[in-house]
């Protein structure tokens, strides 16, 4: 699905809806740029687009298949840049993830969407600031990929959420046995890693290298992306060691509790073992026991295994087996 | 086994089946290019193509003993490119490798498979594409390492299945004990990294470096190539980490379930000490114990043992011993 | 806030506080430099301070919201360097970390604070050496970073404590648990080290490029900082590993533990074992059973169960398992 | 002890033994090459090499202590290569190593030998081919190397079984405990990749630079070597992995086998506690029991704690207890 | 304390003891050295000795607090070397260190040497080695680098045995625990660790770089030394890995350990538990037992529960559960 198609001049847009040749045409001489967005787009929709602006052959290939990595190419005829996307769905303590391309030529800047990854607001907010827009379709790569990076700050905030949490149930007194959802959030952390890591060398290149078609004024805006990246990254690496400490820490609190469980056991076997012993030595049938004589043997013996019991619970209490 | 043997000229095959020397001979002038195909090949076999083709005395020795690492070597009269074809045993839960040699030289390639390792497909579907055969030998490098590395998808995928199998093994409340299985699937992975992780950089290389025999064009499809296996590669690198994490995940599970084990058993025990001990009292032999000489005495009794281990049921139950 | 504003010429401070754009107005010429100080500064003020000496729009974003990680950005109108302050709390056991943002520009310095982060001794120590204000702006810069490392140390000490603690509360004989607090001190160490090792890089940069505005009389003086970095660097890594051997040798002490109680346990089950077999015997009914009808049997009987619960008692003793 | 004097010219050895200062002299004009070889050389036989060939002063204590590194030195005189031969000993199941020292000279090839490393097959079967040997002493010094790192595959392949042994030991049946042997094992790995991995980077080397002693039809062969060399060093790698998650998975197996036993041993316990409550209950000494008056009170006892017995045993047998 | 103050010329030492001024006025004019040797000097102490030999700032300050890093400081003046001196104390199984500082400049050497560092024997053989003397100040830096570098190799052994010695803890038989050595040892091992392995780069640069301080004759000993050092810094990486299994060796032989003791506990328990079980039948109060009147009921029953003892105790046997 075709979205959107926009011609920028001199940092605004030009009024109107235009077709697709029309926005090539209006960008032939560099003045302006056109800008447009596809969802999704079919393979007969793309080869309309890639007709007009002379996409080459295997980005076009990645633009219908999603499941990139993120990456830059550099054609001859301009850059392609692939980015993910990234969304926490709090309900299933998931990532989301959606897939932007974004082909930048001379005179153009071409975005192809999958899944879950709104630009609307980009465009719109960029719209508001025409000094960069005067800078070229490039600025309209920086808008987006300033706009997805920015997305991952609240997907690394839930899962500082979520590592905390896990952290509680670990030590917390409840017998709650985390290790399926420590586990989940790893694979989740590792996933987003993937998907993020990537993109590090591509925006380096964006800001460091001597690419044509990004103006010098705009490299200090990829190193302020890159920073933010990095930032996650290395944010994201933390979990993972995090994580993996976690996974220990909650085995040895599974082995503690378990040795709480075995003295505990252990104990009220104790308490009871003993009056058990004492019902076995008057059960004996010796002649001569003169305790079984006695009025009040009975109620005696009752009592002192009552009390042997106090005894001992005491006892374990104190050295804190109970 | 000699498999094939083609010319091809401006982007198509010449009729006819050849033998090697008038292919030889019909590529002298670089206008056309050979493209041997042999399956297995013995001493003899291989010999007469050293011979026609004036391959250098190491490639040969590579070519005949399989159980090369994936490689990119550069001799004056060519390059030679070893690869790991990988194909996912489903009934065996393992990964068969098979063993690509490519020799590509000025106007000619050869190519010498070992194991699995089918290549029919890709000399087809490249001479439907004529624009690419027409940028001689190394279009069929191409074709070939593409078809290599796709291949690489359906055992990653297979690979993701029985990584999610043994995830629902390891937390299932069934008392499965996947750890062999999880160490096997780690074995295999590691398997697999081995075998194409190190095809990286030889692709790398064909896609930047300056070799003669890669045409300009071709780059891009290289880079192509190379994205995905980067991707395949980094999907590995995180299944390795995740099998780690499922031991570990695995251990913590069987100790919980010791733990819960430990928990019933002992509330069993304890249900039943009562009892035990109660009849203990009564087999005592005082001389003076009223309840034995009441009538309703024993059944009172039994009562009694019956409501505490009742009592204790519950209560255990409660606690979630139970 | 802004906390002062300085003019400093030929390595003495003017005497006398100024206005900011007296401030500007004074080194424009290049032969003073002004030092600017603020604290948590809110949009507007720091919008007079961008207005006066013409900062990077990129620049003044990252002033007023804290969160970067350390870095060193080269603009066209000078140096941005950011900077994590670090302070150990005994009683939380945590680290609290500050901000400071410094820009150095040709005949100005602005550092802007957010949390803990004193910078008041760093100026007036600084004061104290004119031949290194001398240097100029940089000078400044010096002086915070290698007020902030300096700063690092008793945070480090601090750490090696906690780490002694825990060694110690893991192999003491009483039965800590301390799973927790090695996680939570790994914990704050991964902090500390995300907010410390991301500095290296540029203190390194400082140190050996051709910054036009670092004179080289100071690169010394920054390598010196480097060597400080870099050794705390390297201990914070030296915790990491030492905590993840901590936590596997307290899972290892935790097993022992739990060994030694169930060989405790069990020597006591056996020990009453034997007496509560020998009660058994005498309870059973048979008509001949001489022993019952000896006058000193059930003294004996009672003997023989003190002296084989002695006899076991001390033979589990010899054997360690009481 | 002097092993071999040998003079090589245009391929093929002079007839007859030598003495050193006649090697010497044969060899000074460059058109010849000698090949002195050496077994644990004494000091004075060396010293009389080295005043021959003039070594240099460090290069000859290298010679004399073993225990150096894999390396290549080059000095103003030549080359000094170290290398490490390993033996796997089957009986023993661990490395042993020799240590070969190559000094390379314009006109000469010095070999010393520590430990086991036998080099005799090597000389013959060099003298077997003169095209190599006419390439002067890089040619000895290629066969050496390729010959040390071709006896690594036997060892690899005795640490893949053995690997297999210990994965088929974690995973039977029987209760072995491999612990002890999978440590063994991994201590020999690491040994022997203490001993492979840095030759890597010297055939490298040898493979690559312009060492003037070194010419350049070597160098395909060199290039061989190394990729033997990786391709090894990357099998052990694997091997470390593996092991560690071989120790890890054998430490679940010994948990799961130790919980088998838990609950095998309650079982027990369980089907044991039910008869004996039962004959608590009869050895009760209430005056009105009508059961115990039965006839078939007795008899029918026992059968219902046969009964008892079987249905548990049964219960438990299903639930996979027993 | 300055320990000696020398003068060398022409590779010998120049008679006599001399004050600071005169060596520094001696070796002026390059054709001489100057050796001083400090020991934990006071500020005062070391203040003249800058101020003859006009040190830099930075470095003096060095000198004075320890607890430095080894490096390598390139100044105008010259070079600062940083040592550390290692030294296994067997009674404390710890390492000790010292710290050395070598300031080498244009015609003089100065060592300052903290806590365990001895020199003497140093200075006394290179004296014996004329030829390496009358290289300069640097053959003193080599000399000393030389020495302190040797002596890392006994502690490396005295670790090798400490190693060899927690290995056969953890696989005798006897229930030693040595989880608390395992982690000392690797606490001391990765303090070594910290001490060596930064001294590698600073030793590299001796040997590659072109300092005009370091003559083209010494490098091949610098390169003698880096293979020293690197050796042992591998030998220390591999003691790393190794102590990592060993403590998981050690856990799994805890629970090994721990199942046995929980089968041998269950056998003598069950062992108990039959004849028990025998006398509560016996013991029940039935009118109708036949056994019960039996002469020789008693000594009968007596006999069974002995023979089921040694019967359950052979099958225990058997199973290895004793």
């Known amino acids: 699905m075709i979205v959107d198609t926009a011609v920028y001049e001199n940092g605004s847009r030009r009024p109107g809806k235009l077709e697709l040749e029309d926005a090539y045409e209006a960008c032939r001489d560099g003045k302006r740029f056109a800008w447009i967005e596809l969802q999704d787009p079919t393979e007969e929709e793309f080869d309309s687009v890639v007709h007009e602006f002379n996409l080459h052959e295997l980005a076009v290939e990645d633009a219908i298949q999603a499941h990139q990595r993120p990456k830059l190419d550099v054609y001859d005829e301009g850059l392609l840049v692939v980015l993910k996307a990234a969304r926490y769905i709090e309900s299933e303590e998931r990532v989301a993830f ?23 607001h980009v465009r719109l907010r960029l719209e508001q600031r025409p000094e960069l827009l005067r800078l070229g379709p490039a600025a309209a790569l920086y ?41 989940a959030v790893k694979r989740e952390v590792l996933k987003l890693y993937a998907a993020i890591a990537p993109l590090v060398e591509p925006v380096e290149r964006l800001e460091e290298s001597d690419l044509k078609l990004v103006p010098d004024e705009l490299r200090p805006y990829f190193r302020d992306v890159e920073d933010h990246l990095i930032r996650y990254v290395r944010e994201i690496e933390g979990f993972r060691e995090l994580l993996t400490s976690i996974l220990a820490a909650n085995l040895t609190q599974v082995s503690v509790r378990q040795n709480e469980d075995v003295r505990k056991i252990s104990a009220w076997a104790a308490i009871i073992a003993v009056p058990t012993l004492i019902t076995g030595i008057y059960g004996m049938n010796f002649d001569h026991m003169p305790e079984l004589g006695w009025t009040f043997g009975y109620p005696l013996v009752l009592a002192v295994m009552a009390v042997a019991c106090l005894l001992l619970h005491r006892a374990f209490k104190r050295a804190g087996w109970l």
């Not at 001379?106 to 899944?115: K, P, Y």
């Not at 905030?157 to 007194?173: L, M, P, R």
């Open 143 to 183: 808008a987006i990929v300033d706009h997805v990076v920015d997305d991952y700050g609240p997907v690394i905030v839930a899962f500082e959420q979520d590592i905390a949490d896990v952290e509680a149930d670990v030590f917390s007194d409840e017998r709650a046995t985390p290790a399926k959802r420590i586990y």
């Open 98 to 120: 959606g897939e932007i391309l974004v082909f930048v030529g001379d005179g153009f800047v071409i975005t192809v969407r999958h899944g879950e990854a709104p630009l609307d």
